[in-house]
T-cell receptor, first 115, second 113 residues
Framework: DQQVKQNSPSLSVQEGRISILNCDYT??????FLWYKKYPAEGPTFLIS?????DKNEDGRFTVFLNKSAKHLSLHIVPSQPGDSAVYFC??????????????FGKGTKLSVKP | EAGVTQSPTHLIKTRGQQVTLRCSPI?????VYWYQQALGLGLQFLLW???????NRGNFPPRFSGRQFPNYSSELNVNALELEDSALYLC????????????FGPGTRLTVL
């Protein structure tokens, strides 16, 4: 049973517009969430994270929003650039509640930003 | 500063063979994690090593094993390879126990024929 779900396998946006990537989770005990970006032939690169005590975290063009009651988080990229085209993975963990070390990943969303 | 390195980059094996994959973490990182990314799936957690000890393992059969050396580098061994073991194997490292900002290597692409 998938605990972290990214229901959109792909997303296409125009350069300069906002990209919104969504992620849902089922385990309310998750207390830390991360977004990773992955280019072909490379490993995932850490983008941004948020702990469950916050509802928003911002880093430059990237903002992550967390809605605990809905068990939903989203990554906003504004403005989107062609170099943002990659696969984005959402991940969750039990960081503060007793880490088990592993991150639980969604299947990823492939973002294409068109010039 | 060098990132996480993995070797080899690609590997082709046949069913029943054994394979060893290698990972060197970022300098100063003591935790090493192994993940499997099969086609169409997300990253599936395999193993976590910290300070030379196996701390946790994912839902994989015992033919997946590994170890961490005193210099914190790590090996992943897969015995009796099966076709479904074909995947990208990713290694990640972090500063300490369960520090969740994990930094990934480029992966080893394993093909089992």
């Amino acid at each position: 049973d998938q605990q972290v779900k990214q229901n959109s396998p792909s997303l296409s946006v125009q350069e300069g517009r906002i990209s919104i990537l969504n992620c849902d989770y089922t385990n309310s005990m998750f207390d830390y969430f991360l977004w990773y970006k992955k280019y072909p032939a490379e490993g995932p690169t850490f983008l941004i994270s948020i702990s469950s005590i916050k509802d928003k975290n911002e880093d430059g063009r990237f903002t992550v929003f967390l809605n605990k009651s809905a068990k939903h988080l989203s990554l906003h990229i504004v403005p989107s650039q062609p170099g943002d085209s990659a696969v984005y993975f959402c991940a969750a963990s039990f960081r503060y509640g007793g880490s088990q070390g592993n991150l639980i990943f969604g299947k990823g969303t492939k973002l294409s930003v068109k010039p | 500063e060098a990132g996480v390195t993995q070797s080899p980059t690609h590997l082709i094996k046949t069913r029943g063979q054994q394979v060893t994959l290698r990972c060197s973490p970022i300098s100063g990182h003591t935790s090493v994690y192994w993940y499997q990314q099969a086609l169409g799936l997300g990253l599936q957690f395999l193993l976590w090593y910290d300070e030379g000890e196996e701390r946790n393992r994912g839902n994989f059969p015992p033919r997946f094993s590994g170890r961490q050396f005193p210099n914190y580098s790590s090996e992943l061994n897969v015995n009796a390879l099966e076709l479904e073991d074909s995947a990208l194997y990713l290694c990640a490292s972090s500063l300490g126990q369960g520090d969740d900002e994990q930094f990934f290597g480029p992966g080893t692409r394993l093909t089992v024929l």
